[in-house]
């Protein structure tokens, strides 16, 4: 079992508790305020509590023993998740990405603990390459978190993106191994 305890954050693997707390924040929780900045371009179903639990349950490893996905703990409860998922496994591209449903964690330094402490990890448990991130030009707090582990933008599509009618450009970070090890010393 995964249980990463950083000064912030922690950051295991999910219990039947803590899918009912983010099946809470996703699909029933009334202002939805991560969901105005953690993809709001992207048409979600909604699924029922069955469903989210069979797709968690489902969810395969990215590697044997690694799951695709924690749940970020602060001060004893569930606020959040970090995730990945396959670009290319022939070329070792892993895609990552974080959410902090609780907004009463926003800008206290716990989004950027949990999503570089997953990083650390993933490059520790396995042989990735690459580890990236996608997010749109108007999440300047996913950007600067990137940027803080040590990603650099690769990749700017002009005007791929509405949110509220506007256009916005998708963005895509990026971090090598080598890149990586560099920030250890």
């Known amino acids: 079992m995964i249980h990463i305890t950083k000064k912030k954050v922690i950051l295991r693997e999910a219990t039947w508790e803590d899918l009912n707390t983010l099946y809470y924040w996703k699909y029933e929780e009334m202002n939805q305020e991560a969901k105005k900045w953690n993809g709001p371009y992207i048409q979600e179903k ?3 509590r069955v469903e989210y639990r069979n797709e ?3 969810d395969p490893d990215i590697y ?3 799951p695709s996905t924690l749940v970020i703990e602060a001060e004893g409860e569930v606020i959040g998740t ?3 998922y396959w670009v290319d496994k022939y070329t070792n591209w892993l895609e990552t990405g974080i959410v902090i449903y609780n ?3 926003w800008n206290g330094g716990f989004g950027y603990e949990a ?3 997953w990083i650390n990890f993933l490059f520790r448990s396995t042989d990735l390459h ?3 991130m996608s997010t749109w030009s108007g999440n300047i707090r996913m950007m600067k978190v990137a940027s803080k582990v040590g990603m650099k933008e690769e990749a700017r599509i002009r005007d791929a993106r509405i949110v509220e009618g506007l256009y916005y450009d998708a963005i895509k970070m990026g971090i090598l191994r080598k890149e990586w090890e560099i920030t250890l010393v």
């Open 46 to 48: 909604k699924l029922s």
């Open 82 to 84: 970090v995730g990945s």
């Open 64 to 66: 044997p023993g690694i």
């Open 130 to 132: 690459r580890i990236g």
């Open 103 to 105: 907004p009463l964690f």
């Open 56 to 58: 968690w349950q489902n």
């Open 115 to 117: 999503y570089k402490e």
